[in-house]
């Protein structure tokens, strides 16, 4: 939740485009600005202060007490121009929201995190959007000191889990990722990587089932942190012992069919348990259900531990790895979304096309790892993007415009299990930023071809163009013409013309948005007579018969009845 303090009326009407952009999100607090700080102070994750910066820290001074409890502070400039993290930058979350208000009011964040302006992961959080927890956040500021001073880092992990990364150095600092009890390093993070199966006697109480967990996690040298959930047969989701322990400890409870745990390939089955229960074992399997439902697999690491009214067994995950399809726009920087930026920071493995590589390298952290191949290799990029993901790490596969239209969503995720976690990232397209640049030649209904017969029979793409022609569609045309394949683009011509009058509007834009744009407007006739001005860096959007210019400008009329 977030609370915002304001006092002047610019302030209010910042507040208030907050509020209607995070309906539920937001609170906007009135009265004098020190009751409405008081009033927010213990009531919100975040407080934005719509106030000089001096004057919010002389306010909130007296309140701070620790940066692990105390809210985020932010601070916006009467204009609006500047969003300030002020304090709580990680712990409070005010890194995050500056960015978020920054991108809402159309302002600049300024966050002066040492890591973060570092370009580097904070080490209090890091990896807490895969759930580690910081054993002991003590040495953090004498290890992220060594970071910055230029020690470099290197996780030390008992599986690869997909971790922002971090750079190299010669005397590099030790993350551990362990959810053993003795491990050791410069900083301990607990992972979710353990799920703990229990079975139990009908009334059995809290404290026999937590022995029994208690002792299989001892026996495996296992922390509890590091415990993501409790596992049972469904009969046993009523098990007010087993449902009590849950609640104490904070972890939730995951219950099977006997059916489904009966499939499971246990080292220590029962029949005994099998005709009480309908499966050959409740621990065990569910443990390993549990765990391989979260990960990409899963191994018991504590066989059965048997008490007189409860069993208890733990296994542990084989971490999902992170693939992210990120568009990265046509070009411009402004044209390339906050998301996609993000994403590729929290990459730490980039696969792409070499010339888009280079778009984006400024904005990689230190330490990714950059895999980057030429024209014509789309299908070793998507299988490297996904072999890699499988493996565990964080990978961006990039794509310019949107990764998902004619670029490296498609045969990713084509070979993309679901054992992997995906998540696209979408871009300005070329056609947008071309449409933009000419007008609103997209106004009303339209088809994107891609004129490339690399992997699509000509004859196919000639039928899609007959079927656009016929429909009256504005078509744009991707992949128009190369030096080697001139004459499919004029038969692409032909086919729309036996539709549309010669004079219709066609735009081409070479470049959209890049250095070298070149913007031009023609018609279907002088473009058929001279096509030269188009190539493969080209995108060509043929006007319906009902596109016209206007002003100078390509418009499709979306034939409102307002406007008539």
């Not at 992220?144 to 008992?158: C, H, K, P, Q, Y």
């Not at 005397?171 to 053993?180: E, G, K, N, T």
Request: include cysteine; charge should be negative.
């Amino acid at each position: 939740m977030i609370g915002v303090v304001a006092a002047t009326a610019a302030g209010q009407a910042m507040a208030a485009r907050l509020a209607q952009a995070w309906p539920g999100e937001v609170r906007v607090h009135d009265g004098p600005v020190r009751e409405q700080l008081d009033a927010a102070w213990g009531a919100h994750d975040v407080v934005v202060c719509f106030l000089a910066t001096g004057a919010t820290v002389r306010l909130i001074a007296p309140l701070l007490v620790d940066k692990h409890t105390d809210p985020g502070v932010i601070c916006v400039d009467e204009p609006g121009r500047f969003v300030v993290a002020l304090t709580g930058g990680h712990d409070g979350g005010a890194n995050d929201a500056a960015r978020r208000i920054a991108a809402l009011l159309g302002a600049q964040p300024v966050v002066t995190t040492a890591t973060d302006s570092a370009g580097l992961p904070p080490l209090d959080g890091f990896g807490a959007d895969l759930g580690f927890r910081l054993v002991d956040p003590a040495p953090v500021a004498r290890v992220t000191r060594a970071l910055l001073d230029g020690a470099g880092a290197v996780v030390v992990s008992d599986a690869t889990w997909p971790v922002p990364p971090l750079p190299a150095g010669a005397d590099p600092v030790r993350l551990v990722v362990s959810d053993r009890v003795e491990a050791a390093g410069d900083l301990v993070y607990r992972p979710p990587s353990l799920v703990v199966g229990v079975g139990a006697s009908r009334g059995v109480t809290a404290e026999a089932v937590a022995a029994v967990v208690d002792a299989a996690l001892a026996a495996g040298g296992l922390d509890a942190a590091s415990v993501r959930a409790l596992a049972t047969v469904d009969v046993k989701a009523d098990e007010d012992g087993i449902l009590a322990l849950a609640a104490a400890r904070g972890w939730p409870l995951l219950t099977f069919p006997a059916e489904a745990l009966a499939e499971e390939d246990v080292p220590t089955p029962s029949e005994v348990v099998r005709a009480a229960v309908g499966t050959p074992s409740v621990a065990e399997a569910a443990a390993l259900r549990a765990a391989r439902e979260a990960g990409r697999g899963a191994d018991l690491v504590v066989p059965k531990q048997v008490t007189p009214t409860a069993t208890a067994a733990v296994a542990r995950l084989v971490p999902r790895g992170r693939l992210t399809i990120v568009g990265i726009g046509p070009g411009a920087e402004d044209l390339r979304t906050p998301r996609a930026t993000a994403a590729l920071r929290r990459a730490s493995v980039v696969v792409g096309l070499d010339q888009y590589v280079e778009q984006v390298r400024h904005l990689l952290s230190p330490g990714a790892r950059i895999v980057a191949s030429v024209l014509g290799e789309e299908a070793k990029r998507a299988r490297e993007a996904v072999e890699l993901a499988t493996a565990g790490h964080a990978v961006a596969l990039i794509g310019s415009g949107d990764a998902g239209l004619y670029a490296m969503a498609s045969p990713a995720l084509e070979l993309a299990g679901n054992d992997v976690d995906v998540e696209a990232v979408p871009g300005v397209t070329a056609a947008l930023a071309a449409s933009a640049l000419l007008g609103a030649p997209l106004g009303h209904d339209h088809a994107y071809v891609s004129l490339s017969d690399l992997h699509t029979p000509w004859a196919v793409i000639a039928d899609r163009l007959r079927a656009v022609a016929a429909a009256d569609l504005v078509a744009c045309l991707y992949n128009p013409r190369s030096r080697a394949r001139i004459a499919q683009f004029d038969e692409a011509l032909a086919i729309l013309a036996t539709n549309r009058p010669p004079g219709t509007p066609v735009g081409v834009v070479r470049d959209a948005s890049r250095p070298g744009q070149h913007v031009h407007l023609t018609t279907l006739a002088a473009l058929t007579a001279d096509p030269s001005i188009v190539d493969m860096r080209s995108v060509v959007l043929v006007g319906s018969s009902r596109s016209r210019l206007a002003a100078g400008r390509m418009v499709t009329p979306r034939e409102y009845a307002w406007l008539s």
